[in-house]
């Protein structure tokens, strides 16, 4: 009798033959199936990239709104040119790469080189996402929160560097959560595909062979794209709930910052204009050359500001005339005097009881801001 085989030698003996199975594929149906597959790839990737353009232009629309109707810091509009510069990236990538269209009966190698190329786009493009897709806005935003935290700076250095540190870490703690899941996605989904066809590529020695060897669960089913498509989704709906809340926390949070300045945004001027050191006021619907303010020659205004703030004189009387004005040790009430005079005769006029208000500031500033966007 012969001597017992050993139960490991029986299952490694299983293994062997096991591992000489090839499944069969038959190449027609391979061929109509990563066809399908592909079309449903490109459908979805196509539709991200167009919601994400949509959000970029909005969020243009958003910038240049809020911009216009709060009196924000220069630095916000940094963030516009680097919306344009997203969308922009997206388009000219897109064209680069336009996809090549599938010919119905073209060969099942074609096929997989065109998916393979368009597989190979999406993930260099993820792998890249922190250069061209987050790296700019986290700049701009950056650049924001650190110049709103230097405006508030009157609280003491500590809370202000505190306040600006905490808004540009929460910032950053958010975009390499959306870096990470960009890069989660291409290792659990985007290589696995790659992977796939890059087999499915080094199988297809013999182009007219009728069955292909191996399997391919990625390339033959959709439920791999249909969850890429739920995830996409979800991240559309996250980023229109995320610019819904800053329509409505960005003006609270700029309100918020006036009890925060020592001082009061208000002036009761609604423009204001120079010839050389004189200032000319709007009040009303008038223009004026501005006397004396609650009894205070205009030319000492003038002169202290200039004494005080060096080149950004004119500056600090047009948008910071509360603080001028106390500085000098007459801090204005809610209303104040004005002597003025006609811009045609000599004729002076006494305007009591005029208004400081916010809306003038704000029109004095949205006035400022144009001036230096007109600037070559």
Request: charged share 20%; glycine share 4%.
């Amino acid at each position: 009798m012969g001597c017992p085989v050993e139960p490991d030698k029986y299952q490694q003996a299983w293994h062997a033959q096991s591992s000489q199975r090839r499944v069969s594929v038959d190449a027609d149906l391979l061929r109509k199936e990563v066809q399908r597959n592909q079309r449903n790839f490109r459908a979805v990737i196509f539709a991200r990239d167009r919601r994400e353009l949509i959000v970029a232009l909005l969020l243009i629309c958003v910038w240049f709104c809020l911009g216009f109707t709060i009196p924000l810091p220069w630095t916000w509009w940094l963030t516009v040119p680097v919306l344009v510069w997203m969308a922009g990236f997206m388009l000219v990538y897109r064209k680069r790469h336009q996809p090549r269209p599938n010919e119905p009966d073209e060969p099942l190698l074609y096929c997989v080189k065109n998916s393979l190329a368009d597989v190979e786009a999406q993930i260099w493009l993820l792998r890249n996402i922190f250069w061209w897709y987050l790296l700019p806005p986290l700049l701009s935003i950056s650049a924001f929160f650190v110049d709103v935290g230097w405006r508030v700076r009157a609280l003491g250095w500590l809370p202000s560097l505190g306040f600006s540190g905490l808004l540009v870490a929460m910032v950053a703690v958010l975009y390499a959560g959306l870096y990470f899941v960009n890069q989660y996605a291409v290792d659990s989904q985007l290589e696995s595909r790659r992977r796939e066809l890059l087999a499915l590529f080094a199988s297809l020695a013999d182009e007219t062979t009728s069955e292909v060897s191996g399997g391919y669960p990625i390339l033959m089913g959709a439920e791999h794209v249909a969850r890429s498509r739920w995830r996409m989704v979800l991240c559309f709906v996250a980023a229109v709930v995320i610019l819904v809340a800053g329509l409505v926390l960005v003006p609270v949070f700029m309100r918020s910052l006036e009890p925060w300045h020592e001082y009061p945004w208000k002036s009761p001027f609604a423009a204001v204009q120079w010839q050389e050191s004189q200032p000319e006021v709007k009040v009303g619907d008038e223009w004026f050359k501005l006397v004396s303010l609650d009894g205070i020659p205009a030319s000492e205004i003038v002169a202290f500001s200039q004494r005080t703030y060096g080149k950004k004189w004119q500056m600090r009387f047009e948008e910071d005339l509360v603080e001028l004005l106390t500085a000098m040790g007459h801090p204005p009430k809610d209303t104040v005097t004005l002597v003025v005079q006609s811009l045609t005769s000599p004729e002076t006029r006494t305007l009591e009881d005029v208004p400081m208000t916010e809306a003038n500031r704000r029109a004095i500033k949205r006035a400022a801001m144009a001036r230096q966007r007109s600037r070559p």
